[in-house]
T-cell receptor, first 114, second 113 residues
């Protein structure tokens, strides 16, 4: 069973740039959720994708956008990067859509915005 | 608003000692509740979940948690802590209006030799 993999592991960007983060879901999982984890805080929900459609969104501005592909892998795109976007971005897959299906997390992408 | 609260930011216990990490939830008659663990530099791993039924739930790595409706709590326990248990622990509950798994702020566990 292949777990959730994320790439890249680390990334440094400049304010105003755009970034794309990638996630491969665990085999057999059709739902992907993205979280932002600032230093010393719990993960904050960005959005969930199910069968290539957004299926719920947290309190993040539209410059945070996503995609899910037919193989259930996913991308998180962030435009016009701000310093506060520096965080660990976590992808999690689950076997069912919705809020209460157990999440299987990748190890995250550490984004630093300078 | 529906949420979970972890009152303890940081806890230190000696190896071999017992552990209890606190989690309180707000709103919801019988919410689904989860505990996750995050080791340094890693993603989160599910320890256990409570959906309904028996209020004492067994998880992986020797952890258990007890749901107490009267106290709105879902505390995580382990009878004897190992050095490898040093990590960040998060309590979480689902928020159905936007399919959010809402996490608490976490409790960092340090294990003394």
């Amino acid at each position: 069973e292949t777990g959730v993999t994320q790439s890249p592991t680390h990334l440094i960007k400049t304010r105003g740039q755009q970034v794309t983060l990638r996630c491969s879901s665990q085999s057999g999982h059709n739902t992907v959720s993205w979280y932002q984890q600032a230093l010393g805080q719990g993960p904050q929900f960005i959005f969930q994708y199910y069968r290539e459609e957004e299926n719920g969104r947290g309190n993040f501005p539209p410059r945070f956008s996503g995609l899910q592909f037919p193989n259930y892998s996913s991308e998180l795109n962030v435009n016009a990067l701000e310093l506060d976007d520096s965080a660990l971005y976590l992808c999690a897959s689950s076997s069912q859509k919705g809020a209460d299906s157990p999440l299987h997390f990748g190890n995250g992408t550490r984004l630093t915005v300078t | 608003a529906q949420s979970v609260t972890q009152p303890d930011i940081h806890i230190t216990v000696s190896e071999g000692a017992s552990l209890e990490l606190r989690c309180n939830y707000s709103y919801g008659a019988t919410p689904y509740l989860f505990w996750y663990v995050q080791s340094p530099g890693q993603g989160l791993q599910l320890l256990l979940k409570y959906f309904s039924g028996d209020t004492l739930v067994q998880g992986i790595k020797g952890f258990e948690a007890e749901f107490k409706r009267s106290q709105s709590s879902f505390n995580l326990r382990k009878p004897s802590v190992h050095w490898s248990d040093a990590a960040e622990y998060f309590c979480a509950r689902p928020i159905y209006n936007n399919n959010d798994m809402r996490f608490g702020a976490g409790t960092r566990l340090t294990v003394k030799p």
